[in-house]
């Protein structure tokens, strides 16, 4: 197993739609491994393959005790949007806004053996497959701000200058804000 690099916004992987996965080869189970090794290094609550630089429709997942991994993710239904709370994510590090998101959703895909999965969340979960999902369709959850919000966040990212940062100081500062996630933000 191995601890990957964390991508942070500004690379386009994390903008690109990541492509669905065919190959269910052995390399998949490898790469779902590193992704959970690299998600507890950061104490993150969720993954998404393009994260690490891998384009490929693949998230991984702790929260609360329940984790797994998820390929080839949709999100088959959903109910009312409810109250925002903060959010984080380990491709902005050091930053925590508050994102609109619904209570519950219903997420199919399959596992690393192509077996069907469909499976059902609430709460942090629930914003945990939102979050991802959305990253594997090239959105970032500041995308999903507006007002003060937005121009506050897009302001603290060029702040930030996190392309002047080495990406190992930026995984140490994503550790940091992963530390952060007990009081409710989703990686
Ligand atoms: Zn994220």
């Known amino acids: 197993m191995a601890i990957l690099s964390i991508r942070i916004i500004g690379d386009p992987v994390l903008r690109t739609v990541a492509e669905e996965v065919t190959d269910f080869g052995p390399g998949l189970a490898k790469l779902i491994d590193d992704m959970h090794q690299t998600m507890a290094d950061v104490q993150g609550a969720g993954l998404a393959a393009p994260q690490i630089g891998v384009n490929k429709r693949i998230f991984t997942y702790n929260v609360d ?51 069907p999965l469909d499976l059902e969340a609430t709460g942090l979960l629930a914003k945990c497959f939102q979050h991802e999902t959305d ?37 140490r500062r994503a550790q940091s804000v992963g530390s952060a996630f007990a009081v409710g933000a989703v990686q």
Request: proline residues 3%.
């Open 65 to 115: 005790g329940e984790q797994g991994h998820v390929i080839n993710p949709v999100l088959a239904a959903c109910d009312d949007l409810a109250a925002g709370e903060p959010e984080g994510c380990l491709s902005v590090p050091g930053l925590g806004y508050t994102v609109v998101r619904h209570r519950w959703v219903r997420l199919t895909g399959v596992d690393l053996n192509g077996r």
């Open 135 to 171: 990253h594997l369709n090239g959105k970032l959850y500041v995308d999903r701000l507006d007002g003060d919000d937005r121009r506050e966040a897009l302001r603290a990212i060029r702040r930030a200058n996190y392309h002047n940062v080495t990406a190992q100081t930026m995984a």
